[in-house]
Nanobody, 116 residues
């Protein structure tokens, strides 16, 4: 099983990035998925989640700026990040949680740096 994130990088404040999380080795459509942010020296926190049927939820600090989506045919979950702020800097991780038994997997993370 692999979750491979991509799309991170360096961007100026106010800019945009789109992160991707591609899953292999699992039936991704049976999993809820989420993106987590870990800032420097901080704990990992949930940014956005998407259920196996596509319903979404967001942390208050990203509402209106970030959008999570998934492409079932590509086994991929995306995070569109707009109006980025320096405090969005950190590593973004993808997590997949199987909806029936809670088995979960993490990706390796993709770094995002937002300069002021």
């Amino acid at each position: 099983v692999q979750l491979v994130e991509s799309g991170g990088g360096l961007v100026q404040a106010g800019g945009s990035l789109r992160l991707s999380c591609a899953a292999s080795g699992i039936m991704f459509s049976a999993y809820n998925a989420g993106w987590y942010h870990q800032g420097p020296g901080k704990q990992r926190e949930l940014v956005a989640g998407i259920s196996y049927i596509g319903s979404t939820n967001y942390a208050e600090f990203v509402k209106g700026r970030f959008t999570i989506s998934r492409d079932y045919a590509k086994n991929t979950v995306y995070l569109q990040m707009n109006s980025l702020k320096p405090e969005d800097t950190g590593v973004y991780y993808c997590k997949a949680v199987r909806r029936d038994n809670g088995q979960y997997y993490w990706g390796q993370g993709t770094p995002v740096t937002v300069s002021s």
